[in-house]
Antibody
Framework: QVLLVQSGAEVKKPGASVKVSCEAS????????THWVRQAPGQGLEWMGI????????SYAQNFKGRVSVTRDTSTNTVYMELSSLRSEDTAVYFC????????????WGPGTLVTVSS | DIQMTQSPSSVSASAGDRVTITCRAS??????LGWYQQKPGKAPKLLIY???SLQNGVPSRFSGSGSGTDFTLTINSLQPEDFATYYC?????????FGGGTRVEI
């Protein structure tokens, strides 16, 4: 049973950065890629990026390039998503999700982390 | 980027009804299409992958079809627990993109 545990809610000021963690258990950490998907209040789902936990390679959506960084720590089975230069429009729930390397469907999801950007 | 267009944006239905949701891709994606169910305050849940394959543990009243650019999610004999928002997602190429969602409500 794969379980993803995310860090707690954050409140940040515009211009600040936030780092959200996603710890995986119940499977081989390097067997699945980890994606980040966000959802603004009352809105749909938006893909942000992916990391291959084995080699650490990443790919990001153009909308976030230059502002997002996804890293991993294989010793703790944890993936991190850092978003910088926050603005009010970044207020959203941030989900981590895992997919096998041979397709990009999100079989397992974390519970989400609410990030609120407010002055 | 591949745009995914879902319709309708919302549908009113009753328990026992059949509901059909459509998803159209802006370019061909073969069968690289998934469907998710999301309930308020919860993470989405994968229902269908590869356009028509039922994810483990998902009831057989859910089914998917289509290929290329046009896809359908059908829910037969709607159950009370099926009232939720449904999203399609293309897995053909980065950036991965989702449809705008369809809310199934009473």
């Amino acid at each position: 049973q794969v379980l993803l545990v995310q860090s707690g809610a954050e409140v940040k000021k515009p211009g600040a950065s936030v780092k959200v963690s996603c710890e995986a258990s119940g499977d081989n950490f390097t067997n699945y890629y980890t994606h980040w998907v966000r959802q603004a209040p009352g809105q749909g789902l938006e893909w942000m990026g992916i990391i291959n936990p084995s080699g650490g390679s990443t790919s990001y959506a153009q909308n976030f390039k230059g502002r997002v960084s996804v890293t991993r720590d294989t010793s703790t089975n944890t993936v991190y998503m850092e978003l910088s230069s926050l603005r009010s429009e970044d207020t959203a729930v941030y989900f981590c999700a895992r997919a096998p390397p041979y397709d990009d469907y999100f079989y397992y999801w974390g519970p989400g982390t609410l990030v609120t950007v407010s002055s | 980027d591949i745009q995914m267009t879902q319709s309708p944006s919302s549908v009113s239905a009753s328990a026992g009804d059949r509901v059909t949701i459509t998803c159209r891709a802006s370019q061909g994606i073969a069968n690289w299409l998934g469907w998710y169910q999301q309930k308020p305050g919860k993470a989405p849940k994968l229902l269908i992958y590869a356009a028509s394959s039922l994810q483990n543990g998902v009831p057989s009243r859910f089914s998917g079809s289509g290929s290329g650019t046009d896809f359908t999610l059908t829910i037969n004999s709607l159950q009370p627990e099926d009232f939720a928002t449904y999203y399609c997602q293309q897995a053909n190429s980065f950036p991965l993109t989702f449809g705008g969602g369809t809310r199934v409500e009473i």
